[in-house]
């Protein structure tokens, strides 16, 4: 099941001059997160929990790729502006009426 956003972001990524190293790392980095969650259609998680994964040190950064995989339609971010509620993501490329329950 995590195979289908993984090879959208790609196959899509692929020509994509707007998509870094950051980008993708970021990206794998979610997938992984909502992998352990066992692919649910929405999920929430806190910032610092992707940075840890993706690598990325900085809080500016991560806000830059997170709303930028947003506005070229990779995922759906919904920010939280609660600390103890987590920001909202969702992949664009799943059908979710086929995952796995």
């Known amino acids: 099941m995590y195979m289908l956003p993984l090879s ?3 196959e899509m990524a692929e020509c994509d001059p707007r998509i870094s190293v950051t980008h ?3 990206y794998a980095a979610i997938i992984y997160y909502w992998h352990r969650l066992d692919c649910p259609g929405s999920f929430r ?3 610092k929990e992707l940075m840890k994964l ?4 900085s809080c500016t950064t991560y806000h ?3 709303r930028d ?3 070229y339609g990779y995922l759906n971010y919904e920010p939280s502006f609660d600390r103890k509620v987590g920001s909202l993501i969702i992949f ?3 059908n ?3 995952r796995n329950e």
Do not use: E, P
């Open 96 to 98: 979710h009426n086929q």
């Open 45 to 47: 998680v806190f910032a």
């Open 64 to 66: 830059k790729c997170i």
């Open 8 to 10: 959208y972001f790609f």
């Open 24 to 26: 993708v790392g970021l």
């Open 54 to 57: 993706a690598k990325i040190s």
């Open 69 to 71: 995989l947003n506005a």
């Open 92 to 94: 664009t490329s799943i």
